[in-house]
């Protein structure tokens, strides 16, 4: 009549393995530039800007015949577009009036100005 809940030494075994055989694959190394709160360097090493050109994107929908041959390029200069941000903000939240207007004073000048630079 062993206690515990019938597991036997099961578990223990367990972490065993899987703490000496497996490597963690979704830790990062800690970087020396992140841990200096002195730091202003804005280069990060891990973020590439996300490609927007792909031959065979291209290739696959000009065969399919989707868009007329003299307005691929508009239509893909439309798809290469970047799409705004956007904000939700917990109406529940304690801090929602602050956010909001914070987003509202702080933001929206240079929001306005994005917009009115992509309309032009």
């Known amino acids: ?3 515990g809940r019938g597991r036997g030494n099961r578990s223990r075994t367990q972490r065993k393995h899987f703490r000496d055989g497996r490597e963690n694959v979704w830790k990062r190394a800690k970087s020396h530039s992140s841990s200096d709160p ?3 360097s804005t280069d990060n090493p891990t973020w590439q800007p ?3 050109q ?3 994107f291209d290739e696959y929908y000009k065969e399919q015949g ?3 041959s003299e307005e691929w ?3 893909v200069e439309v798809l290469r577009t970047p799409l705004p941000a956007a904000f939700r903000i917990n109406s529940s939240s304690q801090f929602c009036a602050d956010i909001r207007s914070q987003l509202e004073d702080d933001f929206m000048k240079s929001l306005k100005l994005n ?4 309309v032009k």
């Open 73 to 75: 390029d508009t239509f």
């Open 66 to 68: 989707i868009v007329a």
């Open 1 to 3: 009549m062993g206690g």
């Open 38 to 40: 002195n730091n202003t």
């Open 50 to 52: 996300f490609a927007t």
């Open 54 to 56: 792909n031959q065979a």
């Open 115 to 118: 917009s009115l630079m992509v």
